[in-house]
C-alpha cells in the first residue's frame, strides 16, 4: 500500500490502543489473532463499525494460555479505544477519561504508530459476513455487565454435566486452567441472551394443537418475534451472529448454547420458510452459511500452535455423534428443496449450505440414507415434547 494511503486509513480508521501488553499475550480482533511482542500496543487502521475484541493471558514462557476473555465495540471513524492492563486483575481496565484522553492524542500525534499492528483488511471481508445484522443496540442488549464475555463468569454451567462434545470442551478447558483463580474474583456476569422455549406451554389448548404446534416452531418463532425482538427480523439474526462470535471467537459456552437454541428454533419451522417469514429464512440460511464456512476453514488456516489452542474447534462439535445439527438440517433441506414452489434466493442459499455440509463433512441429505442409523440418541432430544403450565407467559 502506498504511504498516502496507508496514512489515510490510519486517520481514518479507528485505533485499538493496548497499554502494558505483557509478551505473549494474544490479542485478537475479529477472526485475526496476534502474539504480543515487546513493542507491541494495539492495532490501528480498523474499518469503523462492530468489532469484537478478545485476548488470553499465557503464562512467562508462553506456552500456556488462560481461557479467552472478549469484547464488543462499535468503533466510530477515527476513534481511539484504549485499555490498560492490570497485571493483578490478569485483564484489561478502562482508564479514567483525563488518561484516555491523553493516550488518544498521543495516538492521533502518530506517537504509537510503529507499535501499532495494521488490521488485516484482506480479511475484513470474512468478518462483515459474520456481523452484518450486529449493531450498537444489539451489543447494547445482549453484553454482560461489565461487557466481558468469558467462561470465567459461566461456572454454573461448568458445574453441570456437559451433553455435547463442544459443550466438554469448553468446559475442561476452564477446569483444567491454571489460570481458573480468575473464576473467583471475576467481575463478569451472564449476557442477557432472548429466552428461547423448546416447546409451547399454553393453557386451555388440544393436545392435538399442542402437537401441531411444536412439530412446527413457527408460532413458537412469531411470539419471540413479536414480544422480544419488537417484530425486528434482524435483530434475532444480530442476536444470532452475537452469539456464534462469542462461541467461536470467545469461547463462551453460554454462547453455544443460546446459538444452538436459535438454530433449532429456526430449523424447526415448517410454515415460516416458505410462507409467512421467507424473507428471513433466505437471511438466516445466508448468515448460517457463512458462520459454518468460517468455522469449518480457520483450523486450516496457518496459524501458530499457540493461536490454534485459542480457538475453539467447530467441527469437533458437529462431527460429534450427539451433535444436533445433521438432524436438523436434514428435515429442513427437504422441507424447502422439495417444495412445490419456493423463493428463488431461499432455495439457492438453502442448496450452498447442503452443499458445504456435504462437502466438508461429508453428511448424506438423501432420505433414509445409511447415516440416519448413526445417531439413534438424537432423536430423544429433538422429539416433540408437549408441556402444559397454567401461566402462557412462562
Not at 486483575?89 to 484516555?100: N, T, V
Not at 471467537?249 to 410462507?275: D, I, R
Request: charged share 25%; glycine share 6%.
Amino acid at each position: 500500500m502506498e504511504g498516502e494511503a496507508a496514512l489515510e486509513l490510519v486517520k481514518q480508521g479507528a485505533t485499538l490502543l493496548l497499554v502494558d501488553v505483557p509478551q505473549h499475550t494474544l490479542i485478537g480482533i475479529d477472526t485475526q489473532m496476534f502474539s504480543t511482542g515487546p513493542n507491541f500496543k494495539g492495532v490501528k487502521m480498523i474499518p469503523p463499525g462492530v468489532h469484537f475484541i478478545y485476548y488470553s493471558s499465557s503464562n512467562r514462557e508462553g506456552n500456556e494460555f488462560s481461557p479467552i476473555v472478549g469484547f464488543f465495540i462499535d468503533a466510530s471513524p477515527s476513534e481511539v479505544i484504549v485499555k490498560k492492563w492490570d497485571p493483578k486483575e490478569e485483564r484489561f481496565l478502562k482508564l479514567s477519561e483525563e488518561e484516555e484522553e491523553r493516550y488518544a492524542q498521543a495516538v492521533k500525534k502518530l506517537e504509537f504508530d510503529r507499535q501499532l499492528g495494521p488490521y488485516g483488511l484482506d480479511q475484513y471481508g470474512d468478518w462483515k459476513r459474520l456481523c452484518n445484522f450486529i449493531t450498537k443496540n444489539t451489543i447494547e442488549s445482549i453484553e454482560p455487565i461489565g461487557g466481558e464475555i468469558t467462561i470465567f463468569s459461566e461456572s454454573e454451567m461448568v458445574e453441570n454435566v456437559p451433553k455435547t462434545s463442544m459443550e466438554k470442551v469448553l468446559a475442561e478447558q476452564l477446569k483444567s486452567s491454571k489460570f481458573s483463580k480468575r473464576d473467583k474474583k471475576s467481575p463478569s456476569k451472564g449476557c442477557y441472551y432472548t429466552s428461547i422455549p423448546r416447546v409451547i406451554k399454553l393453557k386451555g389448548a388440544s393436545g392435538q394443537d399442542l402437537t401441531n404446534m411444536n412439530l412446527d416452531k413457527t408460532q413458537i418463532l412469531e411470539t419471540i418475534l413479536t414480544k422480544q425482538y419488537g417484530g425486528s427480523e434482524d435483530s434475532l439474526l444480530g442476536e444470532l451472529q452475537f452469539a456464534f462470535v462469542a462461541f467461536l471467537m470467545g469461547q463462551s459456552l453460554e454462547a453455544f448454547l443460546q446459538w444452538k437454541l436459535l438454530v433449532s428454533l429456526l430449523l424447526g419451522c415448517t410454515e415460516a420458510p416458505l410462507h409467512t417469514r421467507t424473507q428471513l429464512f433466505t437471511k438466516f440460511t445466508r448468515a448460517i452459511y457463512y458462520q459454518l464456512k468460517f468455522g469449518f476453514q480457520k483450523d486450516s488456516k496457518d496459524t501458530g500452535r499457540a493461536e490454534k489452542g485459542a480457538r475453539t474447534s467447530l467441527d469437533e462439535s458437529l462431527l460429534s455423534a450427539d451433535n444436533f445439527l445433521r438432524h436438523l438440517c436434514k428435515d429442513f433441506f427437504s422441507l424447502v428443496l422439495d417444495a412445490p414452489m419456493v423463493d428463488g434466493d431461499l432455495l439457492t442459499w438453502t442448496r450452498k449450505l447442503r452443499e458445504l455440509l456435504e462437502q466438508t463433512l461429508g453428511w448424506n441429505f438423501q432420505q433414509n440414507s445409511a447415516v440416519d442409523g448413526m445417531y439413534p440418541e438424537e432423536d430423544d432430544e429433538f422429539a416433540p415434547v408437549v408441556e402444559i403450565l397454567d401461566d402462557p407467559d412462562h
